[in-house]
């Protein structure tokens, strides 16, 4: 008798923490800081950097892999898409083109564009485009499926195909983390 008093006595204390717990949940789920992350933001929001009828190929993942040149082990910061050479490349979303040009054993020719949504800002990396085609220039603010470039083999490259990153960045701009953009490309 004593046992059942004892867990009537806690449940009864219990259920009014458990509702206010609940209540918090769904104010901070509201306001978005517990159900809206980096990684929903973009899934549900950045488009594709070409269009959906593209056929494109995942030739490389984010993360650990063997250097397809050097064939040492190294984090790939992106993912590439194999693309026909040529493929039109457009913007994943608005944003403010930053820095544009040529790393010949890096990205090869690249444009970086800023996006400012939900009170965050993202920088997405578009990479071994083809030579000189980009059409964006430093401080355009473009819209998202916006024109930027073709995809090419420049720079640090095995065969056609754009290497595209994409980071989450502090309020001053500089890298907070990188965000493997997969969740883009599934179906």
Partial sequence: MEQLLKYKLVVVFSFPLIIVFIIIFLIMAVSGSVLSTPELAITNL????????TTYVITSKYGERLDPITSEESFHTGIDLGVVEGTEILSSYEGKVIKTGY???GLG???KIEHNLENQKYLTVYG?????????KVDDYVEQNTLIALSGNTGKSTG???HYEIHLLKKDGSLDRRIDPINIFSE
């Fill in 46 to 53: 950045f488009s594709k950097p070409f269009s959906n009828e």
């Fill in 103 to 105: 790393e010949e054993n």
């Fill in 160 to 162: 056609p195909h754009l």
């Fill in 128 to 136: 071994h485009l083809k030579k000189d085609s980009t059409v964006v």
């Fill in 109 to 111: 020719e690249y444009v």
